[in-house]
């Protein structure tokens, strides 16, 4: 899978991360992203401050910025586009998963299924 991202941003969201690091009372490596189980769906996205790569986590370089991606979280975000919105009443990222089969009403969690080993290694 050389080559292959795991997850892209948009500009909106790497924009919104470049923000966030440079306004970070430490120094930051990039942005930890990460699923969990939880909320009336099944799922939530986490994201938290990365100061370093951990082991297993697989690194994403889009538009200068770095994602860190939990090892557990690889199969559930695999295609995934992040993105940063702004509304009259929230700003927020969101996820554009093409492995969320639902979501909650009030967005807070989702329902994914993990990308299937078959599915991985098939030709694209």
Same mark, same amino acid.
């Given at each position: 899978?050389? *080559?292959?991202?795991? +997850? %892209?941003? @948009?500009?909106?969201? #790497?924009?919104?991360? /470049?923000?966030?690091?440079?306004?970070?009372?430490?120094?930051?490596?990039?942005?930890?992203?990460?699923?969990?189980?939880? *909320?009336?769906?099944? +799922? %939530?996205? @986490?994201?938290?401050? #990365?100061?370093?790569? /951990?082991?297993?986590?697989?690194?994403?370089?889009?538009?200068?910025?770095?994602?860190?991606?939990?090892?557990?979280?690889?199969?559930?975000?695999?295609?995934?586009?992040?993105?940063?919105?702004?509304?009259?009443?929230?700003?927020?990222?969101?996820?554009?998963?093409?492995?969320?089969?639902?979501?909650?009403?009030?967005?807070?969690?989702?329902?994914?299924?993990?990308?299937?080993?078959?599915?991985?290694?098939?030709?694209?």
């Amino acid at each position: 899978m050389s *080559g292959f991202k795991v +997850m %892209s941003l @948009t500009d909106a969201a #790497a924009d919104r991360i /470049k923000s966030i690091m440079a306004d970070a009372d430490r120094p930051i490596a990039g942005l930890r992203v990460g699923v969990k189980n939880g *909320g009336c769906a099944g +799922m %939530s996205y @986490t994201m938290e401050y #990365a100061e370093a790569r /951990k082991a297993g986590e697989d690194a994403v370089e889009d538009k200068g910025v770095t994602v860190f991606i939990d090892p557990k979280a690889v199969l559930f975000l695999l295609g995934t586009e992040m993105d940063f919105q702004t509304s009259k009443l929230s700003s927020q990222f969101v996820f554009n998963n093409p492995n969320q089969t639902s979501a909650c009403g009030c967005g807070e969690s989702v329902a994914i299924t993990p990308v299937s080993p078959e599915r991985l290694h098939a030709p694209a």
